[in-house]
């Protein structure tokens, strides 16, 4: 249990870290909904370390993306704590070509994220259109945004 734990902390270590690097690139990547906060955002799985790769399931490739979906609630006091939503979308370029976005849910202390693979395509806008259930008893918030990748070949 503990190791599983540890060999987790790698995942939650790269994508806060990610998540700040397209925070310093761009606006931070984030949508408030009333007492919601839904993050978001995607990576070439290739940045992903070998070991994070493999204990998530997910495979490292030049051709293969990953979105990062967590959402948090705010508190009275200031602090934020996860929420366990259900996520699901598309990913689409400029010819509407729709790729739907398998999402799986992974718990990792005190972090949960909702995380998709896609396939890149290169030098071209990505659309990704998702939508957020962060309440049952509300319908499910729609978030866009689009990203360009780059593809070393």
Do not use: C, K, W
Not at 4 to 23: E, K, Q, Y
Not at 47 to 57: H, I, K, M, R
Request: proline share 5%; aromatic share 8%; glycine share 6%.
């Amino acid at each position: 249990m503990a190791i599983a734990t540890l060999r987790r902390f790698p995942l939650l270590l790269v994508l806060l870290g990610t998540l700040l690097s397209a925070t310093q690139a761009a606006a931070e990547q984030m949508v408030e909904v009333g007492d919601y906060e839904i993050h978001y955002n995607a990576i070439e799985t290739r940045f992903l370390t070998p070991e994070v790769a493999q204990a998530n399931s997910i495979q490292r490739s030049i051709g293969h993306g990953l979105v990062n979906v967590s959402v948090r609630e705010r508190q009275p006091d200031g602090t934020t704590r996860p929420v366990n939503a259900s996520v699901g979308g598309y990913v689409s370029d400029l010819t509407d070509t729709r790729e739907p976005l398998s999402f799986r849910t992974v718990h990792d202390g005190d972090a949960t994220y909702h995380l998709a693979t896609f396939t890149l395509r290169q030098d071209e806008p990505m659309r990704f259109n998702l939508d957020v259930r962060y309440d049952r008893n509300e319908n499910p918030e729609p978030v866009s945004f689009i990203q360009r990748f780059y593809i070393e070949r």
